[in-house]
């Protein structure tokens, strides 16, 4: 069963076109790889044909995967979230309780996941401990390195 995502229209695109440059552009030149690899002689012993067979099939696998995620993408309209509680596509505001540290991150989609500009996927741990609470709640998130207990301070969008 396909899995619905939900994605910014930025997100979307950029899937979009890495399909398309999957399908356009990458597709031409494993066909001519493959093309120039057969025009040298007996296949059954020819390793240059054997890899390029082998990459057609890897992209192929890739984009039916991109078709398939972008067939069951959902745009998130912005306006419409409701920001007493977290979720995809909010801003939120938390506190390390630990060491008082404040972080500011965006919940999105794992594929648009970037920690340098402040997204973080919903399905992370943080991600996945903070969806459905609220301002002043805490959270307990089990991380690698062990336990930490947050605070949420601001949920925007």
């Known amino acids: 069963m396909a899995t619905i995502a939900y994605y910014t229209e930025e997100g979307l695109q950029k899937l979009k076109d890495e399909l398309h440059q999957l399908r356009t552009v990458e597709r031409k030149l494993i066909i001519k790889a493959i ?4 025009d040298k002689g007996d296949l059954s012993e020819n390793a240059e044909y054997d890899a390029a067979k082998s990459d057609q ?5 890739k984009i039916s995967k991109l078709e398939e995620i972008v067939s069951n993408a959902r745009i998130v309209d912005t306006s419409k979230l409701d920001i007493t509680k ?3 596509l909010t ?14 991150y965006t919940l999105v989609a794992e594929n648009e996941a970037d920690l340098k500009a402040g997204k973080i996927s919903i399905d992370s741990p943080i991600g996945k401990a903070l969806v459905g609470r609220g301002v002043g709640d ?7 390195a062990g ?3 947050f605070e949420i301070i601001e949920i925007t969008i």
Request: charged share 30%; hydrophobic share 45%; no cysteine.
């Open 35 to 38: 093309a120039d690899a057969r």
């Open 57 to 61: 099939g890897l992209l192929e696998i």
């Open 86 to 88: 977290v979720s995809i």
């Open 91 to 104: 801003t939120v505001k938390i506190k390390n309780l630990k060491n008082n540290m404040e972080m500011k």
């Open 138 to 144: 805490k959270v307990d998130v089990t991380v690698p």
């Open 147 to 149: 336990v930490i207990p």
